[in-house]
């Protein structure tokens, strides 16, 4: 589950992706804006099962999801989603400009 908040930065946003995971002990941001590594944005965990991470994003629509300990999870507190060729859905963001 997340929550995505935005803070206006220039051109750029700064958004924080949430996940409620109990007992998770890796969680990890994929999505196309880090070319979907498994190494560019590991969350960190803050309390009550909480992960967060915060990156800056430039206007436009996204697709992510978690890895939560080797698993994928897609972000259940968005109801934007596409499927992806994995037969799965990936979750959706959209940055706009102001």
Known sequence: MSKKHSKKTTENQQITFTLHANHAKEVILMGDFN????????????????WQKSVMLSPGKYEYKFKVDGQWVEDANNNQSCSNCFGTCNSIIEIRKD
């Open 35 to 50: 070319e979907w590594s498994p190494t560019t944005h590991p969350m960190e965990l803050n309390g009550n099962s909480t």
